[in-house]
């Protein structure tokens, strides 16, 4: 099995920046691509960011410009690096990894979350 281990959460003033580290471990054969989700209280969970293998890269429209997604293969790990961060940005942030066991078995798996509150 894959475990996904996230960090870099925590409390930051508008304007401010974090930056959110995501570690798989376990069983990988391949980690075909990973992301950032966020959810709001009361709101469903929505794509922030996500890079494939081949290095292409999706942001959420309200992100774009303002984050960045990359990743380090060696390590297994995906970063987002947060700026320019707004009140609305204020959510549980969950890595995701589509990765695969074997060549021909793949499925999803989720971090436990990390909490970034951007407040004045």
């Known amino acids: 099995q894959v475990q996904l281990v996230e960090s870099g959460g925590g409390l930051v003033q508008p304007g401010g920046s974090l930056r959110l580290s995501c570690a798989a471990s376990g069983t990988i054969f391949s980690i075909n691509a990973m992301g950032w989700y966020r959810q709001a209280p009361g709101k469903q969970r929505e794509l922030v960011a996500a890079?494939?293998?081949?290095?292409?890269?999706n942001y959420a429209d309200s992100v774009k410009g303002r984050f960045i997604i990359s990743r380090d293969n060696a390590k297994n790990t995906v970063y987002l690096q947060m700026n320019s961060l707004k009140p609305e940005d204020t959510a549980v942030y969950y890595c995701?990894?589509?990765?695969?066991?074997?060549?021909?078995?793949?499925?999803?798996?989720w971090g436990q979350g990390t909490q970034v509150t951007v407040s004045s």
């Open positions: 890079i494939t293998s081949g290095g292409r890269i």
């Open positions: 995701n990894a589509d990765a695969g066991s074997a060549w021909y078995r793949s499925r999803n798996y």
